[in-house]
């Protein structure tokens, strides 16, 4: 049974940046669609943005223009490169490739 796990995430300014990594164990990642969601408290999780297996990335019009999702196969890793956060983007962020969640990693965006 694969696993994922998610790191980066902290609490920034609006503005900031932030990358956020899911690391898959025990299953090869690139061979699926993985996306990233979020969860903010009281909200149903959303997607934000995902990858093919071809590598082709969609995002949602939240993460338009603002993040981008990349992997690198070698590390078994998926990334999601978040630039000028908003308020609005904090939640709880998690992988996912259809069957398996992480145990997420939180985004706090505050002044």
């Known amino acids: 049974q694969g696993r994922f796990v998610e790191s980066g995430g902290g609490m920034v300014q609006p503005g900031e940046s932030l990358r956020l990594s899911c690391t898959a164990s025990?299953?090869?990642?690139?061979?699926?669609?993985v996306g990233w969601f979020r969860q903010a408290p009281g909200k149903q999780r959303e997607l934000v943005a995902m990858?093919?297996?071809?590598?082709?990335?969609n995002y949602t019009n939240s993460a338009k223009d603002r993040f981008t999702i990349s992997r690198d196969t070698a590390k078994n890793t998926v990334f999601l490169q978040m630039n000028s956060l908003k308020p609005e983007d904090t939640a709880t962020y998690y992988c996912?490739?259809?069957?398996?969640w992480g145990q997420g990693t939180q985004v706090t965006v505050s002044s």
């Open positions: 025990g299953l090869i990642l690139h061979v699926y669609t």
């Open positions: 996912n490739n259809g069957v398996i």
């Open positions: 990858i093919n297996a071809d590598g082709d990335p």
